[in-house]
């Protein structure tokens, strides 16, 4: 392509509406423009960038046995009625209503629409096992969209459903996707950890994000040094202590800490630890309000905690209400004489002697308070996150964290959609049964933009080849007619054998050619000028290294093919 002919508009400056490297670059390179929050138009540069990756998704899906259809964007709330999301969703589902008045949304996901093809398609299990996938323009009303491609409201994903006659058979079809996964991101030449998920009210372990590694991914993951263990923070579990403090109990006292709240200002205050203060947050559900206690140093884990208590929605109470239970400010809640209000606690806080607590009154706080002693309390659970040096719960090593971006989730659905939307086959002994269903996502989009957040530099970004806009950027310096024509001829000749060369064609100054080069990333920039056309050769520039091989034209071809090759190992 030249670049003469196709819509690239470069910016010079940074946007300012862009917090993170890759949504700043995408804007930069000219692959998207903002049109609403959340949603984008994907410029030439974009969509090329955004194909490429899907067809590795697609070539990779095929290879592992699934088909390819296409559902519609739209579907009839009548669905999502038979299984309860058109209510559970909430305010995330696009909702919209046709001419006679009839209830209608914008897919978020499609199992659904899915589960009503088969169910009225499937009747045998020698129909079985299925698996379909479409890669598709999904629709969430999220509550805060950013990043550009990253969290948007409309984006493109690939998302597959497998049918199984059985568990067994759903485990088979699980793996082949996990594999596949591995394979496409590898191919995407992206960095990434398959972790163990949440797997939300369904239990078991058949859940695995797959997270692109970078500092500004908004998950947490932990993972066993040296070990295999790797799971998302709202998952992993945190063991008990095995140890209890075996200080004598001292008498339980009353302090005043005037005006200290968090943590830190009453554990300087009264000059003692975080790990020796037990914090004590309400949280309020629809059924009642509950007391958490947490060692001072540990974060409460909301996903847990919602499970403890069997419900999906959990808020921290309000200031109010939290004034009118403990009868003092946020910031002095304790478990001692609070009374009508369960108490759960972390495991950790059951090993404790000796600590402080906010005594239910402004600017005091308990210190040396115990346990069955000065309080009780209902049920001690895992309820914190998981944090740097605890224990892995395989056993294998000290727990670290790290920041990822999910690009990919895989995921075991059981019979959950089948049955509740009555879909049956007969198996052979001709009784109906559910089939088993899994489902696996990739956000093509979010995909991209995490390739972005791990390869760029302070000039732009650097593709990794599989995924490039353009393998080659072919930068004459000169407006010569010699250099246009050598410039002509290697175009022609790599783009005949296959090579994705993006020509800059215009009349610029090297300067401007080489920023807008750098900024854009094509791994390989073919530079041709006056003086190396004196000698004979032209310049082959690696983007990732700045390494330049001078070359005779003649060699171009092969040299260039070599080393796209050998970029895009695992194809
Ligand atoms: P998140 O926790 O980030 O909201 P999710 O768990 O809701 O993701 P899934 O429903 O599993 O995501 O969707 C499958 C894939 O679709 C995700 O792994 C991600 O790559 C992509 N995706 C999900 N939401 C968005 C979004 N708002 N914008 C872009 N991609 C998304
Ligand atoms: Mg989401």
Not at 309 to 334: Q, S
Not at 499 to 508: N, T
Request: aromatic share 8%.
């Amino acid at each position: 392509m030249r670049t003469s002919q196709v819509l690239i508009p470069t910016l010079r400056e940074d946007p300012g509406e862009a917090e993170t490297v890759s949504h700043r670059l995408m804007l930069r390179s000219g692959m998207i423009r903002k049109v609403a929050a959340g949603i984008y138009t994907y410029l030439p540069l974009g969509l090329r960038v955004l194909r490429k990756i899907e067809h590795i998704v697609r070539e990779e899906m095929n290879r592992a046995g699934a088909q390819e259809l296409l559902m519609p964007i739209a579907s009839p709330a009548e669905l999502w009625q038979e299984t309860g999301r058109w209510g559970f969703y909430g305010k995330e589902l696009f909702r919209f209503k046709d001419r006679h008045d009839r209830d209608f949304c914008l897919g978020p996901t499609h199992e659904e629409v899915i589960t009503d093809l088969i169910r009225r398609e499937v009747r045998s299990y020698r129909q079985l096992p299925l698996n379909c996938y479409q890669i598709q323009t999904k629709f969430r009303d999220e509550i805060r969209p950013r990043f550009g491609l990253m969290r948007g409201r409309e984006f493109i994903m690939k998302d597959a459903y497998s049918f199984d006659r059985d568990e067994e058979g759903a485990r088979l079809s699980y793996q082949k996707m996990y594999d596949a996964y591995n394979r496409i991101f590898t191919r995407c030449g992206l960095t990434f950890r398959p972790v163990e998920a949440d797997t939300g009210l369904i239990g078991g372990t058949s859940s695995h994000e797959f997270m692109v590694l970078a500092e500004t991914g908004e998950e947490t993951i932990v993972y066993a040094q040296g070990g295999t263990y790797a799971a998302n923070v709202e998952r992993a579990e945190v063991r008990p202590p095995t140890e209890s403090a075996s200080e004598p109990l001292r008498p339980l006292r009353k302090v005043p800490t005037p005006g200290a709240r968090t943590v830190e200002e009453v554990t300087t205050l009264l000059q003692t630890t975080p790990q020796r203060l037990v914090k004590t947050l309400l949280y309020t559900t629809p059924q009642e309000t509950v007391a958490v206690l947490l060692r001072g140093d540990h974060q409460v884990n909301g996903i847990k905690l919602a499970k403890l208590l069997g419900v999906t929605d959990l808020e921290l109470t309000p200031p109010e209400k939290v004034m009118a239970i403990t009868h003092a400010p946020v910031g002095f809640a304790g478990p001692i004489g609070l009374s009508h209000t369960r108490i759960v606690a972390d495991h950790a806080v059951k090993a404790l002697r000796n600590i402080v607590v906010g005594a239910n009154e402004g600017d005091a706080h308990y210190v040396d308070a115990n346990w069955e002693r000065d309080f009780s309390v209902e049920q001690f659970a895992d309820l914190r996150n998981a944090q740097t040096g605890d224990p892995s719960p395989r056993g294998d090593g000290p727990l670290l964290i790290a920041r990822g971006i999910e690009v990919g989730h895989v995921f075991m659905l059981g019979t959950k959609y089948s049955q509740a939307m009555g879909a049956t086959f007969l198996d052979p002994q001709g009784r109906e049964c559910p089939p088993v269903m899994g489902c696996y996502g990739i956000g093509i989009g979010r995909t991209a933009a995490a390739a972005i957040e791990q390869n760029h530099d302070a000039k732009g970004i650097i593709w990794p080849v599989p995924i490039a806009p353009f393998a080659i950027h072919l930068l004459p310096l000169h407006q010569s007619a010699r250099v246009t024509e050598a410039a002509r001829s290697l175009y022609h000749i790599l783009t005949d054998a296959g090579v994705d060369v993006l020509w800059d064609d215009r009349d610029e100054r090297a300067g401007v050619k080489f920023n807008d080069a750098d900024l854009i990333g094509a791994p390989y920039q073919l530079v041709i000028g006056e003086k190396g056309l004196a000698q004979g050769t032209v310049e082959l520039k690696e983007r990732k290294t700045g390494t330049v091989k001078p070359l005779a034209p003649g060699e171009v071809l092969q040299q260039a093919k070599q080393r796209l090759d050998s970029g895009s190992a695992g194809a």
